[in-house]
């Protein structure tokens, strides 16, 4: 494996799922990382993402250096060719460059802004880090996908060895306009299953035509939860109206009678989860939430390790 940005980095996704379940079950079975950098670059908040990738690096035998560019950091100036007389101190080619001269592989995160599609559909800050970058280079969530918590999804499912489960993603509401990263990346990854997805989601909340290829859309969300194996709730802002917050009418925040329609169906989320909004206590509490962040250790790891034995 070169880089991890999409699917399209590696043709084995059943091989990285089983090689995540077997890292987990013997986390140091390999010490590819020995002698190895991991460098990760955050320009936006992190909890799970943070910590299991520097769990997984550890558990490679690899260390990590961790900086918050966006506090700790000059200011990134990312327009290329401009005059950088203004706010702009440090060109995000020189800090790219600079930066995989200390490491071995580079992660980074960047938000979308949800202002101009065109450029956040660009992905035009983690273009420039596989750009410049002279060593592999793993998206931490890009502006929009975020491959690491699909592949950890993924394997959270596969636990439960249901066969062609019926998954509902399901829209949710909050109080701030996010981005599409999170659900672009499930259905993406899903997708590449025997699974069978299910996209509800109020009208106007559809995602980018991409994504949504074969995938059945629903609006009434009672209806598609019924026998479902899984429901993995997000909230999004709109693709169509670009990240806009649109007025919905019914009620989307999940709760345990909703959750009554499915086949004994288990709630997912991504976390942060904005509690009785996205859906209830009693639905969180008893939830798989936590299984899903345990993951995101053991693929991260499987993704290292891949990297690092393509790159020895
Ligand atoms: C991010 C998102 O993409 O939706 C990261 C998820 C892993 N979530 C948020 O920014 C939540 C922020 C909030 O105010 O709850």
């Given at each position: 494996?070169?880089?991890?940005?999409?699917?399209?980095?590696?043709?084995?996704?059943?091989?990285?799922?089983?090689?995540?379940?077997?890292?987990?079950?013997?986390?140091?079975?390999?010490?590819?990382?020995?002698?190895?950098?991991?460098?990760?670059?955050?320009?936006?908040?992190?909890?799970?993402?943070?910590?299991?990738?520097?769990?997984?690096?550890?558990?490679?035998?690899?260390?990590?250096?961790?900086?918050?560019?966006?506090?700790?950091?000059?200011?990134?100036?990312?327009?290329?060719?401009?005059?950088?007389?203004?706010?702009?101190?440090?060109?995000?080619?020189?800090?790219?460059?600079?930066?995989?001269?200390?490491?071995?592989?580079?992660?980074?995160?960047?938000f979308p802004e949800l202002k101009n599609r065109e450029e956040d559909y660009s992905e035009k800050v983690l273009q420039q880090f596989l750009n410049y970058s002279e060593v592999p280079v793993i998206s931490l969530e890009s502006a929009t996908l975020h491959p690491l918590q699909s592949l950890a999804d993924l394997v959270t499912m596969e636990e439960y060895k249901i066969r062609s489960p019926k998954v509902v993603l399901?829209?949710?509401?909050?109080?701030?306009?996010?981005?599409?990263?999170?659900?672009?990346?499930?259905?993406?990854?899903?997708?590449?299953?025997?699974?069978?997805?299910?996209?509800?989601?109020?009208?106007?909340?559809?995602?980018?035509?991409?994504?949504?290829?074969?995938?059945?859309?629903?609006?009434?969300?009672?209806?598609?939860?019924?026998?479902?194996?899984?429901?993995?709730?997000?909230?999004?802002?709109?693709?169509?109206?670009?990240?806009?917050?649109?007025?919905?009418?019914?009620?989307?925040?999940?709760?345990?009678?909703?959750?009554?329609?499915?086949?004994?169906?288990?709630?997912?989320?991504?976390?942060?989860?904005?509690?009785?909004?996205?859906?209830?206590?009693?639905?969180?509490?008893?939830?798989?939430?936590?299984?899903?962040?345990?993951?995101?250790?053991?693929?991260?790891?499987?993704?290292?390790?891949?990297?690092?034995?393509?790159?020895?």
């Amino acid at each position: 494996m070169k880089n991890f940005t999409s699917t399209n980095d590696t043709e084995d996704i059943p091989g990285l799922i089983q090689e995540a379940i077997q890292l987990k079950a013997n986390p140091h079975q390999s010490n590819v990382g020995q002698n190895k950098t991991l460098g990760l670059i955050f320009f936006n908040p992190s909890l799970r993402t943070r910590l299991s990738m520097q769990k997984a690096a550890d558990n490679l035998g690899m260390n990590v250096i961790v900086m918050n560019v966006d506090k700790d950091g000059w200011k990134i100036e990312f327009e290329e060719g401009t005059i950088m007389d203004g706010e702009g101190q440090e060109h995000v080619k020189d800090a790219v460059r600079v930066i995989s001269g200390y490491v071995d592989v580079l992660g980074v995160r960047t938000f979308p802004e949800l202002k101009n599609r065109e450029e956040d559909y660009s992905e035009k800050v983690l273009q420039q880090f596989l750009n410049y970058s002279e060593v592999p280079v793993i998206s931490l969530e890009s502006a929009t996908l975020h491959p690491l918590q699909s592949l950890a999804d993924l394997v959270t499912m596969e636990e439960y060895k249901i066969r062609s489960p019926k998954v509902v993603l399901s829209w949710a509401p909050h109080p701030k306009a996010l981005p599409q990263s999170v659900p672009n990346s499930f259905l993406q990854w899903v997708k590449r299953t025997e699974a069978n997805i299910v996209l509800a989601c109020p009208a106007g909340y559809e995602l980018a035509g991409e994504f949504m290829e074969g995938i059945p859309v629903v609006h009434d969300q009672k209806e598609a939860f019924d026998q479902a194996d899984f429901i993995y709730a997000k909230n999004w802002s709109s693709y169509h109206d670009y990240g806009r917050s649109l007025p919905v009418e019914e009620d989307w925040t999940i709760t345990i009678d909703k959750m009554k329609l499915t086949r004994q169906g288990k709630f997912m989320h991504c976390l942060p989860i904005r509690r009785n909004v996205v859906a209830t206590d009693d639905v969180i509490d008893h939830s798989i939430v936590y299984q899903q962040a345990k993951n995101r250790e053991c693929a991260a790891q499987a993704v290292l390790k891949r990297i690092l034995e393509s790159h020895g």
